[in-house]
């Protein structure tokens, strides 16, 4: 269910006053922000007004941030996020060490005994899996996963022998691996306990899928990238009332769901008992509402938040 969108400003806005007065851009929102900083802004406003959600998840473009990822951590939020394949990690027990200086004073902090090394190099030599997250329209959705217990390599840096300035190693995290039928390899992190299993990561990192579905539908069916107005306030007027027709015709439709797994299922020969269905015309709001493709079951919508790219 969408709760929330904001418009993404980039620095040719914010840094033209002018052109945000004509556009009537409220004040609190013509500070310069980066991506991540408002989708943390967004997740603070929605834990304040009560919403809960059990984990967060977002692609490459917010997971290559650090300070992104340690924020969700920091509020206590269980996360799973893209990265890129050159995101640099370390093994999980990576151990900190003070080398012997050969001259000079000696080092006040420790370092990590072995250099990082790209998520795709970690992975590289793990054991890939065959497994299948959901069932699609064809048939059960299947890809190949591995994973590794990491550090990842997001403090602030420090010289590192003759390396130079390197990343310390920061919060413990899941490195998964996903090769795709077509040869591509996609990477992630996750915050998830140890103990998860694979199969739980994979349908963790998978059910993205659930959210950028309902963006894609209020996009194409209910019309919320149809506006055309130049008005700060405008764009945000359409884009709320796209979310409350989204809202009622997701009610609508998981009420019909309800519905028909109450429904008691009647044999054939009761069929031909009775008489025939009588027929109704059928009013425009429900053709409207099954015009809209079926999205998974509803708990896997509200277990998740998925940021926009």
């Not at 995290?173 to 140890?194: H, I, M, T």
């Not at 990238?225 to 945000?236: A, I, K, P, T, V």
Request: contains cysteine; aromatic residues 6%; hydrophobic residues 40%.
């Amino acid at each position: 269910m969408a709760v929330g969108l904001r418009l993404f400003l980039p620095e040719s806005w914010t840094g033209d006053p002018d052109h945000m007065q004509r556009a009537h851009v409220s004040e609190p929102w013509r500070v310069p922000q980066t991506k991540p900083e408002m989708a943390l802004e967004e997740i603070d406003r929605l834990m304040a007004a009560g919403v809960r959600f059990g984990m967060v998840l977002a692609d490459a473009g917010y997971g290559l941030s650090a300070p992104f990822r340690q924020g969700l951590s920091a509020r206590g939020l269980v996360w799973a996020v893209g990265i890129p394949k050159h995101q640099k990690v370390y093994p999980a027990n990576v151990p900190l060490i003070f080398p012997v200086a050969g001259r000079g004073r000696p080092r006040k902090n420790p370092i990590p005994d072995t250099l990082s090394i790209p998520a795709e190099a970690m992975l590289a030599d793990a054991e890939w899996t065959k497994l299948s997250w959901r069932n699609g329209t064809k048939g059960p959705l299947q890809a190949s996963f591995a994973a590794a217990r990491i550090c990842i390599a997001d403090r602030p840096p420090q010289r590192i022998h003759d390396k130079g300035q390197q990343h310390m190693p920061g919060e413990e995290a899941w490195l998964v691996g996903e090769c795709r039928a077509s040869g591509e390899r996609k990477y992630y992190l996750s915050n998830l306990p140890r103990e998860t299993d694979l199969k739980t990561l994979a349908a963790a990192i998978k059910a993205r899928w659930v959210c950028e579905q309902a963006h894609q539908q209020m996009k194409e069916e209910l019309g919320l990238d149809h506006f055309e107005g130049r008005s700060w306030q405008g764009l945000h007027r359409h884009a709320l009332m796209t979310m409350i027709a989204y809202a009622f015709l997701q009610h609508r439709r998981l009420g019909q769901a309800g519905r028909e797994k109450k429904k008691p299922r009647r044999t054939t020969s009761a069929q031909h008992a009775g008489r025939a269905p009588r027929r109704h015309r059928r009013s425009h709001t429900q053709a409207t509402t099954r015009t809209m493709s079926a999205l998974p079951h509803p708990m896997a919508m509200e277990r998740t938040m998925k940021l926009p790219k």
